[in-house]
């Protein structure tokens, strides 16, 4: 069946580093992968798209890419403040226009 | 833009009574909503998926008749717990996909609504 995987141990980054948050997927070939940020008690929020055929997408800090004989997509938080600290979620749309979400990643910035 | 809002954020009701939540597209016309269930630590799971003007489609396992879904218009579908118990007790979230090249290949959530069911 489809998965997607995401590292499922916290990530804690000083303030202004870079994070860098991992996405693997198998048994798919999505022709796009999302990305999402999710702080608790709320609903995930969208941040980026990026098709099959984009190596790469920026947006400010943020910046994705997608790799398709990796199967896998890199998510980037440059200069990182505390602010950026929730989960992230990658997701592929697949049969049905059904998300499939990984089980995010939770990421820390720390003063 | 793609803003979708829940009503309530969080509910708090007796064991058999039923509750509805609302999720309205604020602006732009929803196509299809999503309805999913989240349990602490846990990743989403898709409950069903409503498309306007007809009958919801729901995941295996996922009960219809105690999780009535209506998609009434292009901007609102409403979930209902019914006769709900504490183990419904759960954060419930929808998402709504659109019409138009960019808005329809993603999901939009709402913020959610907390149900504690007692």
């Known amino acids: 069946s489809q998965k997607i995987e995401q590292n499922s141990e916290a990530l804690n980054i000083q303030e202004g580093k870079t994070a860098t948050l991992t996405c693997n997927y198998t048994?798919?070939?999505?022709?796009?992968l999302q990305w999402y940020r999710q702080d608790p008690g709320r609903g995930p929020v969208f941040l980026l798209l990026?098709?099959?055929?984009?190596k790469e997408k920026r947006k400010e800090r943020l910046k994705v890419t997608f790799d398709t004989t990796l199967k896998q997509s890199l998510f980037h938080i440059t200069a990182s403040q505390p602010a950026d600290s929730a989960t992230y979620l990658c997701?592929?749309?697949?049969?049905?226009?059904?998300?499939?979400f990984g089980t995010g990643t939770q990421l820390k910035v720390e003063l | 833009g793609a803003v979708v809002s829940q009503h309530p954020s969080w509910v708090i009701c007796k064991s058999g009574t039923s509750v509805k939540i609302e999720c309205r597209s604020l602006?732009?016309?929803?196509?299809?909503m999503f309805w999913y269930r989240q349990f602490p630590k846990q990743s989403l799971m898709l409950m069903a998926t409503s498309n306007e003007g007809s009958k919801a489609t729901y995941e295996q396992g996922v009960e219809k008749d105690k999780f009535l879904i209506n998609h009434a218009s292009l901007t609102l579908s409403t979930l209902t717990v019914t006769s709900a118990h504490p183990e419904d007790s759960s954060f419930y979230i929808c998402s709504a996909r659109g019409t138009g090249r960019k808005i329809q290949e993603t999901q939009y959530f709402g913020p959610g609504t907390r149900l504690l069911v007692l």
């Open positions: 602006d732009f016309q929803a196509t299809t």
């Open positions: 990026i098709r099959e055929n984009e």
């Open positions: 997701a592929f749309t697949g049969g049905g226009n059904k998300l499939t």
């Open positions: 048994n798919y070939s999505p022709a796009y």
